[in-house]
């Protein structure tokens, strides 16, 4: 990763206004991003969009490989589950290290066929919650999976359903399209990226067919 885009749209679309995208924005991670929910919203007449955070208890992101063995292992069983359902996922996360508290943590994209799926909770703080502590090889992950929520506007998520519902027959669609790519953009913002050990990658994203 190393263009950095600086500015507050891309392609036509608002990008995130976090106080940390002082740096600029990683153009790989904005243009795997835009990829993605194009793809999605050409498949589906509706799309769930859904973003969380995977963290490390407290303290111990030292205690693990320094690699992304876990986050691609708990990706690929987290997407063999969404499709067995049917939901056609589609993923992206990014590989973040505090500087305040040298923590490694995850920010994680969903992307669903909202025709069969319109609820995070079950999904992500049930099965998510389970196969992140027993991928980590601990007895309560609580608190550890979090639901994300956009500090721009306070309409854009609701609390029962924990995302939102892109649906090409909303009046609204582009709004609400834009809304989320901004959200997602906070994925590609340059900091707390640096840093990383040798060979291993700042983001994984499902391939496009």
Not at 38 to 62: A, E, K
Not at 105 to 128: K, P, R, S, T, W
Not at 168 to 178: A, I, L, N, W
């Amino acid at each position: 990763m190393r263009k950095v885009f600086t500015g507050n749209e891309y392609n036509g679309k608002p990008l995130s206004e976090s106080k940390k995208n002082g740096k600029g924005f990683y153009d790989e991670i904005l243009q795997a991003t835009e990829s993605l929910f194009v793809n999605m919203i050409n498949r589906h007449s509706s799309v769930f969009f859904v973003r969380f955070d995977l963290t490390y208890p407290s303290g111990s992101s030292s205690s693990y490989p320094d690699n992304n063995d876990l986050v691609s292992t708990f990706s690929e069983t987290l997407m063999l589950y969404c499709k067995r359902h049917g939901y056609d996922p589609k993923y992206l996360w990014v590989r973040e290290t505090s500087p305040e508290t040298g923590q490694t943590h995850y920010h994680f994209m969903l992307l669903l066929n909202g025709n069969l799926i319109q609820n995070a909770h079950q999904l992500i703080l049930g099965y998510a919650i389970n196969l992140w502590q027993h991928y980590l090889g601990i007895e309560d992950g609580k608190g550890l999976v979090h639901l994300s929520r956009s500090n721009d506007n306070d309409c854009y998520y609701d609390d029962q359903y924990g995302g939102v519902k892109i649906m090409r027959k909303d009046p609204f669609f582009q709004q609400v399209y834009e809304k989320c790519y901004q959200v997602a953009s906070y994925l590609a913002k340059r900091y707390s990226k640096e840093g990383l050990p040798p060979h291993v990658n700042g983001f994984g994203s499902s391939r496009i067919h």
